[in-house]
């Protein structure tokens, strides 16, 4: 049986990764924990297919507003950061990424994935999960769906926004709008 996440202490990660600028570097939650941000972590199957680069290319086209929530956006996959490297560098005409805001991590050896409870193990690929972390690393949220379904990034916004409140947001809640 699946153990409950949210509430509790985010499985700590840090992970190799394509950077904006297209160099390889690191990411890491303790890092961005320091720096006193949210985390956005999501995970997707695989590069180079069809839905992904629809909604990795929104969350990167919207990253402006992710900022400016004070959260930092983090892509994973069991690719490896070559093969994120080649599709940032196929155009985005082409099923390609282009130009990203965030860095796309690379989760090799599948032990992200395992924690966070999205690893389909006999396909070595990940579900899609989306997790938002708060700036004491407590997983505030989590989502996990089917592969076929892309995520809806004007949700993703809402839900941080909820979460930054503090308060108890009712149903169809907007920002802007009062909490209970």
Known sequence: MAERMVGKQA???TMEAVLPDKSFGKVSLEEIKAQDKWTV????????T?????????MSDRYDEFEDLDAEVIGVSTDTIHTHLAWINTDRTQNGLGELKYPLAADTNHAI???YGVLIE???IALRG?????????????????NNIGRDVDETLRVLQALQTGGLCPANWRPGQATL
Do not use: H, R, W
């Open 122 to 124: 006999e396909e070595g």
């Open 11 to 13: 499985p700590d990660f």
């Open 130 to 146: 989306l997790f938002i972390i708060n700036p004491e690393g407590e997983l505030k949220y989590q989502t996990v769906f089917d």
């Open 50 to 58: 069809f839905v992904c680069p629809t909604e990795i290319t929104a």
């Open 41 to 48: 972590l999501f995970f997707y199957p695989m590069d180079f």
């Open 113 to 115: 994935s395992k924690e």
